[in-house]
């Protein structure tokens, strides 16, 4: 199952194999780029840079036909109805705040209600706090069970005819936790209110079907999924999107502009104002297609074997807190862990001494750190072209680092 070496087709793995021998455990902050998607960034610039939508010459014609291009992948990659449902925006963040507030402000009132998770992500949460503000709405949360799953006993208890909005993340980039997305929009639809799916650990991961989930929208970042930075997804149903408003505005996303107002194009133009990220939609679109080249299925194996050594090796150490399962199968990438004894951050700075790239603190999740009764937590996380190598060398390496905690040396124990 790991005989292939996919590092070689990642000119930065190939680099930190032959300097330092750095170990990359960082992914869920974002991952590293395959070379077909740097040789796709590189070809657009050096022959077909031009701005799109907007020239009738032959090398703008040819940019919009790839940046549409990649608008069809995207579509293709989660299972859209079409390539109109599919707006392309910075980020995760940028998607659902212009979700919040092109879409919730407009459609909510005092007395309305918004669920979302305790676990969730700074980004699918601070939004909702600042929605609730302005329009009188409630903010609601539903909890995690001890074990950090989402808590769908509290979540039938807490919606009601009042809801109107539920976004949740599809899986937790703390506890690395699947959500029974389904499950909760079936229930949020029987209440006739809107599903909102924060994707941005899900999509690097697992096959997602958003017609399957029947989500009303999805985002996700390009940059988790092997893409550029600086490229994110909003996908939303076509009625969703025709009710949504734009949040920024100015050229290309007008159908006519006269003295006293202006008319906007259809999604998804109507809401991708000025020149967009031409390039980080094609390199988007290369990584996508890299993924499906591999197999999603395969990599998803892969990476859950090596969850299992990791998760395995880590239960076996005394002195380390596990956060969330216990049980590999429930953790997608991710696993939140403390030494005890040792603070998160001193920590991290000892697994970097050892060559570990992974990272410590509230991970833009400080309302779970509180569930969770703690400040911080480190965190390593992997991607499929991790190997077993990689897992070996992180579980030494705790070793280590209690080790010089406890006694100033680094000899395991």
């Given at each position: 199952m790991l005989v292939k070496d996919y590092k070689q087709d990642f000119p930065f793995l190939i680099h930190?194999?032959?300097?330092?021998?750095?170990?990359?455990?960082?992914?869920?902050?974002?991952?590293?780029?395959?070379?077909?998607?740097?040789?796709?960034?590189?070809?657009?610039?050096?022959?077909?840079?031009?701005?799109?939508?907007?020239?009738?010459?032959?090398?703008?014609?040819?940019?919009?036909?790839?940046?549409?291009?990649?608008?069809?992948?995207?579509?293709?990659?989660?299972?859209?109805?079409?390539?109109?449902?599919i707006v392309f925006t910075r980020s995760a963040t940028e998607s659902l705040n212009w979700i919040a507030f092109g879409y919730a402000v407009p459609e909510l009132q005092t007395g309305d209600e918004i669920l979302i998770s305790i676990?969730?992500?700074?980004?699918?949460?601070?939004?909702?706090?600042?929605?609730?503000?302005?329009?009188?709405?409630?903010?609601?949360?539903?909890?995690?069970?001890?074990?950090?799953?989402?808590?769908?006993?509290?979540?039938?208890?807490?919606?009601?005819?009042?809801?109107?909005?539920?976004?949740?993340?599809?899986?937790?980039?703390?506890?690395?936790?699947?959500?029974?997305?389904?499950?909760?929009?079936a229930l949020t639809h029987r209440f006739h209110a809107t599903l909102i799916v924060d994707g941005a650990q899900s999509v690097p991961h697992l096959p997602v079907d958003v017609q399957d989930l029947d989500a009303d929208f999805l985002v996700f970042s390009g940059h988790k999924v092997y893409g550029p930075t600086g490229i994110g997804v909003l996908y939303?149903?076509?009625?969703?999107?025709?009710?949504?408003?734009?949040?920024?505005?100015?050229?290309?996303?007008?159908?006519?502009?006269?003295?006293?107002?202006?008319?906007?194009?259809?999604?998804?133009?109507?809401?991708?104002a000025g020149t967009p990220n031409v390039a980080g939609a094609i390199g988007l679109k290369a990584a996508l297609i890299y993924l499906q080249k591999q197999g999603l299925d395969q990599l998803l194996a892969r990476e859950q074997a090596l969850m299992n050594r990791a998760l395995t090796g880590l239960n076996r150490i005394t002195g380390v807190e596990i956060y969330g399962s216990a049980h590999p199968e429930e953790h997608l990438g991710v696993i939140a862990f403390n030494l005890h004894g040792i603070h998160p951050h001193d920590a991290a700075t000892g697994f970097d001494l050892e060559g570990i790239e992974l990272r410590a603190g509230h991970h833009c999740a400080e309302p779970l750190m509180d569930d969770l009764g703690v400040a911080a937590t480190l965190r390593m996380s992997l991607a499929f072209y991790n190997d077993n190598a990689d897992i070996d060398r992180f579980l030494t390496a705790v070793q280590h680092v209690k080790e010089f905690f406890a006694n100033g040396t680094s000899e395991a124990e």
């Amino acid at each position: 199952m790991l005989v292939k070496d996919y590092k070689q087709d990642f000119p930065f793995l190939i680099h930190a194999r032959q300097t330092d021998g750095r170990v990359y455990l960082d992914n869920a902050a974002t991952t590293q780029k395959p070379r077909v998607v740097l040789d796709e960034l590189l070809k657009f610039y050096e022959t077909s840079n031009a701005n799109v939508h907007r020239g009738v010459g032959s090398i703008s014609c040819q940019a919009t036909e790839w940046y549409e291009a990649a608008r069809k992948q995207v579509a293709d990659f989660i299972n859209a109805p079409a390539a109109s449902n599919i707006v392309f925006t910075r980020s995760a963040t940028e998607s659902l705040n212009w979700i919040a507030f092109g879409y919730a402000v407009p459609e909510l009132q005092t007395g309305d209600e918004i669920l979302i998770s305790i676990a969730e992500h700074h980004s699918n949460l601070v939004p909702w706090q600042q929605v609730a503000q302005r329009t009188g709405a409630t903010l609601i949360y539903v909890d995690v069970t001890p074990n950090g799953q989402f808590d769908l006993e509290d979540f039938r208890a807490k919606i009601s005819p009042k809801t109107k909005i539920v976004s949740v993340q599809q899986v937790s980039n703390v506890l690395g936790n699947v959500n029974p997305i389904k499950k909760i929009g079936a229930l949020t639809h029987r209440f006739h209110a809107t599903l909102i799916v924060d994707g941005a650990q899900s999509v690097p991961h697992l096959p997602v079907d958003v017609q399957d989930l029947d989500a009303d929208f999805l985002v996700f970042s390009g940059h988790k999924v092997y893409g550029p930075t600086g490229i994110g997804v909003l996908y939303g149903k076509p009625d969703q999107l025709a009710r949504m408003q734009p949040t920024q505005f100015g050229g290309e996303m007008i159908d006519y502009v006269h003295r006293e107002g202006a008319a906007f194009q259809p999604a998804p133009l109507k809401f991708e104002a000025g020149t967009p990220n031409v390039a980080g939609a094609i390199g988007l679109k290369a990584a996508l297609i890299y993924l499906q080249k591999q197999g999603l299925d395969q990599l998803l194996a892969r990476e859950q074997a090596l969850m299992n050594r990791a998760l395995t090796g880590l239960n076996r150490i005394t002195g380390v807190e596990i956060y969330g399962s216990a049980h590999p199968e429930e953790h997608l990438g991710v696993i939140a862990f403390n030494l005890h004894g040792i603070h998160p951050h001193d920590a991290a700075t000892g697994f970097d001494l050892e060559g570990i790239e992974l990272r410590a603190g509230h991970h833009c999740a400080e309302p779970l750190m509180d569930d969770l009764g703690v400040a911080a937590t480190l965190r390593m996380s992997l991607a499929f072209y991790n190997d077993n190598a990689d897992i070996d060398r992180f579980l030494t390496a705790v070793q280590h680092v209690k080790e010089f905690f406890a006694n100033g040396t680094s000899e395991a124990e």
